[in-house]
Structure formats: structure tokens, C-alpha cells
């Protein structure tokens, strides 16, 4: 069960099955080492980190472009949810990150049942 609680330190966050080092940018799902850019792993640590709710695609574009003069569309947010989605679980890319319509997505929160 502790693995399906939201464990977090300033350097790592650890939910439902994903475990993200910020400070080393290592991911793993399940115990397997995946690999993601600086922005998917920027993304991936705002979604966890408010695990169970929304995250504004404002809040994705701030996060980040807050320390650049670029903008990009916000479209590039779809991009990097989609291939982080891919990464996390090809199998069910909807496991781990939720799209809540037309508003933004949010890293979904594990219930813990009992069997």
C-alpha cells in the first residue's frame, strides 16, 4: 500500500506505481526506468505534486516558460501530456493522467480498496 500513497521530499515524489526524481530527472513506473525530457519531467512533478486536481494548462505554460521570454502555443502542453501518458503506461496511457475537458489534466489520485 505505501507505494499508492503520495510520498514526496523535496527531490522526489512517489504515486500510485511512479516515482520521479527531480534532482537526478529519473522516472520510474513500476519499479522500470523510463526516460523524459526536462519539460515532461517539469510537468510530471507539477501534476504529482497536485495529484487529484486540476492542473490549467495556464499553470503547465507558467511552469514552463516562467524563466524565458519564449511563449509557445499551449498546444506544446498536449504534446508533452501525450508523451509522457506513452511513457508512463503504453498499455493505458489514461492510468496516470487525466484529461479533465477543456480546462486542463490532473495525475489521477489511487484509491486504495480493499480486495
Given at each position: 500500500?505505501?507505494?499508492?500513497?503520495?510520498?514526496?521530499?523535496?527531490?522526489?515524489?512517489?504515486?500510485?506505481?511512479?516515482?520521479?526524481?527531480?534532482?537526478?530527472?529519473?522516472?520510474?513506473?513500476?519499479?522500470?526506468?523510463?526516460?523524459?525530457?526536462?519539460?515532461?519531467?517539469?510537468?510530471?512533478?507539477?501534476?504529482?505534486?497536485?495529484?487529484?486536481?486540476?492542473?490549467?494548462?495556464?499553470?503547465?505554460?507558467?511552469?514552463?516558460?516562467?524563466?524565458?521570454?519564449?511563449?509557445?502555443?499551449?498546444?506544446?502542453?498536449?504534446?508533452?501530456?501525450?508523451?509522457?501518458?506513452?511513457?508512463?503506461?503504453?498499455n493505458d496511457p489514461y492510468r496516470f493522467i487525466q484529461t479533465v475537458w477543456k480546462r486542463g489534466y490532473q495525475f489521477a489520485k489511487p484509491s486504495i480498496g480493499i480486495p
Open positions: 500500500m505505501e507505494g499508492h500513497m503520495l510520498q514526496e521530499t523535496p527531490e522526489s515524489f512517489l504515486l500510485g506505481g511512479v516515482m520521479l526524481h527531480t534532482k537526478s530527472g529519473k522516472v520510474f513506473v513500476d519499479g522500470r526506468q523510463e526516460h523524459v525530457s526536462k519539460s515532461e519531467m517539469r510537468l510530471l512533478a507539477l501534476l504529482m505534486r497536485n495529484a487529484g486536481t486540476l492542473v490549467s494548462r495556464d499553470m503547465f505554460m507558467e511552469e514552463l516558460y516562467s524563466d524565458s521570454e519564449d511563449c509557445a502555443e499551449d498546444k506544446i502542453v498536449d504534446v508533452f501530456i501525450c508523451r509522457l501518458r506513452k511513457k508512463l503506461d503504453p
